[in-house]
């Protein structure tokens, strides 16, 4: 764990400057936390420690954190309503079944760097 993110905030705005259809296929300029669960829950454990969580949305497993006993979920925008929190544990092999490499290592080395991803409209 780093301590280059010390706030959940100013973590919260990194990884938002951050997403981009590089770090997920569904990113979307008029929804940006679209698929991001699982590479952004990978990268606030890696800055924040905690443990990863999963929940079923609509038959598709989302991915957040809990960090000092409390839920937080980044990308809970990409939803048109709230959802429901099953709170499974998860581990990184589940919510590496969900992104790829590239798109794991690019999400972190921009959130590390401060630098903001080039935004492509889809």
Known sequence: MTTACPSLIGLYHKLSNAWSAETSSQWRSDNPAAGQCS?????VQDELGGAIL????????HFYNEIDGRRVDFTMSQ???????????SNRQEAFSDTSAAQY???????RSGRSAGKRTP
Do not use: M, Q, R
């Open 39 to 43: 590479v952004t829950a990978l990268v």
């Open 54 to 61: 999963t929940t079923n949305v609509n038959g598709a497993w």
């Open 79 to 89: 939803f048109d309503s709230p959802i429901g929190y099953d709170d499974l544990p």
């Open 105 to 111: 290592e690019l999400l972190l080395g921009l959130v």
